[in-house]
């Protein structure tokens, strides 16, 4: 391959998003990674794409809509470069509310959600009928949301990395920086972020997350329930996930925290209650201090620029974020929230 007009450090999702956006223009672009596609925190099970409530509006809630909204197309398009699947499909979500004040509450953020949300899209409550596929509820009422969405976390990624590939893009574990560089490398990158600038900017924070067997049928919406995403995937597994730990003993090993979040959604989903546990998965997630994604030009260093930060919003994120910061390195001009610049 020529000289790389684009080197992007890091193959999980903000990496491959945005070399899969620059390749789509004409750009040659090169991912590095020396543990290979989605070794760190993108490499995972559960793939839940839900959006922020509706309410208390904001930049960061206004980007994910954004984003959220273009993922149809986008996902589309690269399972159309690649042949292969992402996993992905508008679902929706269903959560159980407690309380009257929780229906109160779900009632207001309907409201906001009549108000920023394209026409269509919902955050209502509903009665709860007592299904298998249905979280018990204290209230006799759920909350339905008709835009949270999935996809199979590393089905995307191989999509994502074979598509980039059909646009005559590179994936290698190594080679010496050429041209401008995009580090998108997770929550060793924003270590490597904060002593460069000497201060804090994020550190890694554990999850931990499994894989049932069970065949949910084709539609079936993904829980959130005691703290607990439970996302059915379209090959017969289900998700659920994740922990957030911010002390730990191996980064890497699911432990005791794990069979407490699987105990938890075999309460919260009765359809779940003899599903084999048939992956166990854990990581360090990069969690921005701010917690919102560190997007920009890394100050002091010309030619270098930072996607980090995604935490557990990233995939959700990542057709935005591929695209904004593909305009940023290629064109110097991107719409992106001046606040999260490193």
């Given amino acids: 391959m020529p000289a790389p007009d684009l080197t992007i450090r890091g193959a999980g999702v903000f990496g491959l998003a945005i070399a899969w956006a620059a390749a789509r223009r004409g750009a040659r672009v090169r991912v590095v990674d020396p543990g290979g596609v989605g070794a760190g925190a993108s490499g995972g ?43 992905y499909a508008c679902t929706g979500r269903l959560q159980p509310l407690a309380d009257a004040a929780a229906v109160a509450t779900a009632r ?15 955050w209502q409550v ?11 509820a204290a209230a006799g009422l759920l909350l339905r949301d008709t835009l949270s969405a999935r996809l199979n976390p590393r089905a995307a990624l191989a999509a994502l990395a074979a598509a980039i590939r059909a646009r005559g893009g590179e994936i290698v574990v190594e080679a010496a920086e050429t041209g401008p560089t ?26 931990q997350a499994a894989l049932l067997r ?22 017969g597994t289900v998700a ?34 003899g599903a084999p546990v048939i992956d166990r998965w854990a990581a360090l997630r990069p969690r921005a201090a701010t917690r919102t994604p560190l997007l920009g030009p890394w100050p002091g260093r010309p030619g270098h620029f930072v996607a980090n930060g995604g935490f557990k919003i990233g995939f959700g994120l ?13 064109t110097g001009q991107a719409d992106l929230p001046p606040d999260w610049a490193p």
Avoid: N
Avoid at 108 to 122: I, K, L, S, Y
Avoid at 214 to 233: D, K, N, R
Avoid at 318 to 330: K, N
């Fill in 45 to 87: 099970l559960v793939g839940a794409l839900a959006p922020h409530a509706p309410d208390a509006w904001s930049e960061v809630k206004a980007f994910q809509l954004r984003a959220l909204l273009m993922a149809p197309g986008w996902w589309g398009a690269v399972e159309a470069a690649s042949g292969l699947a992402s996993g």
């Fill in 108 to 122: 207001a953020r309907g409201e906001a959600a009549a108000r920023h949300w394209p026409d269509g899209a919902q």
């Fill in 126 to 136: 509903i009665p709860a009928t007592g299904g298998l596929w249905e979280p018990p």
């Fill in 182 to 207: 995009v580090w998108a490398t997770g929550a060793t990158g924003l270590a490597d972020l904060s002593a460069a600038l000497g201060r804090r900017l994020g550190g890694g924070q554990k999850g």
């Fill in 214 to 235: 069970h065949a949910a049928p084709p539609g079936t919406p993904q829980l959130y329930a005691g703290g607990v995403h439970i996302v059915p995937h379209a090959d």
């Fill in 240 to 273: 659920v996930g994740s922990t957030s730990e911010r002390d730990w003993t191996d980064p890497s090993a699911p432990d005791d925290r794990l069979e407490e979040v699987i105990a938890v959604a075999r309460a919260a989903c009765p359809a779940l209650a």
């Fill in 318 to 330: 990542a057709p935005l974020v591929g695209e904004r910061m593909a305009d940023l390195v290629l």
